[in-house]
């Protein structure tokens, strides 16, 4: 079998691409990712899509397996403001967050036009079929080739597949969380045959009303965290205020001490 993986992780160091502590990030706006999700398509064999944000590189600090997975999977886009402020520190700037819900917009879209179905695993039992529904109200003659709840036990684990597999669908997207869906997509990414799959977080629940997206400033300006932490209080303050917020800080003093030294050794 093929490795899928191998042509990225030879990639590390080329210049599309970014260093953020120990995850590797394109450097791409939402055009150039879709341009590079329409060659996915055309090449017809299973991708992995990740959208990074500073929990993935907060979790990949910790867990060595977690970062090989990311850094192998053939696009990862930066789905957060601080790494794209991060990235302007370390001189090599991302030119634009981009988020799973862009990316399940953009490719719903592209889906409708192409004729391509998509493939909507996870979330809270009845959460994928809101969304899909207003999916379809959003981008008429998409076709939605299943839902699936992300509730399922390892014993039913093969039935979704199966069931995947069986619709074969040209988009998958997983909503199963940070890191169980980036570990499960990578898992099973042969097995599935869908061009694209794309780890998307809470994407569903936003989409389907379940929960609310931040104001667009609140997003511009960094803040988005803040806004799922007042709506999720006791889920999410350990993972924002004791985990995320401080690797941001300590990755920024890195970055800045980097230009601080690249300076001095310039004179």
Same mark, same amino acid.
């Given at each position: ?46 991708? %992995? ?6 929990? *993935? $590189? ?13 850094? @192998? ?31 399940? *917009? ?6 409708? %036009?192409? @004729? ?10 009845? $959460? ?21 709840? @992300? ?18 669908? %040209?988009?998958? *997207? ?8 980036? *570990? ?27 929960? !609310? ?24 303050? !350990? ?29």
């Amino acid at each position: 079998m093929m490795d899928r993986t191998l042509g990225r992780q030879t990639l590390a160091v080329s210049p599309g691409r970014i260093r953020i502590r120990d995850l590797y990030l394109d450097r791409l706006d939402l055009p150039a990712a879709m341009e590079r999700i329409e060659g996915f398509l055309q090449e017809g064999w299973p991708h %992995q899509v990740v959208t990074v944000n500073v929990r *993935f $590189v907060t979790i990949a600090s910790q867990d060595p397996a977690f970062a090989r997975v990311v850094n @192998g999977a053939h696009m990862a886009v930066a789905d957060g403001m601080p790494l794209i402020w991060l990235s302007r520190l370390m001189g090599a700037p991302i030119p634009q967050r981009i988020t799973g819900s862009d990316l399940l *917009f953009h490719c719903a879209s592209l889906a409708a %036009q192409r @004729g391509h179905s998509i493939f909507l695993l996870g979330a809270a039992p009845g $959460v994928a079929q809101e969304a899909a529904w207003r999916l379809v109200d959003t981008y008429p003659g998409l076709r939605i080739a299943g839902i699936h709840h @992300g509730y399922f036990s390892q014993a039913e684990e093969q039935e979704v597949l199966r069931c995947i597999r069986q619709r074969r669908p %040209q988009f998958l *997207f997983v909503a199963l969380g940070c890191p169980r869906q980036e *570990f499960w997509i990578h898992r099973h990414l042969d097995e599935l045959e869908v061009p694209v799959c794309v780890g998307i977080g809470g994407t569903l629940d936003v989409i389907s009303g379940r929960l !609310k997206r931040a104001p667009l400033w609140m997003q511009r300006c960094g803040l988005e965290w803040s806004y799922r932490l007042a709506q999720e209080p006791r889920r999410l303050w !350990k993972r924002y205020i004791v985990e995320d917020v401080p690797t941001t800080f300590r990755i920024a003093g890195l970055a800045l001490r980097q230009r601080l030294l690249a300076r001095v050794d310039h004179r």
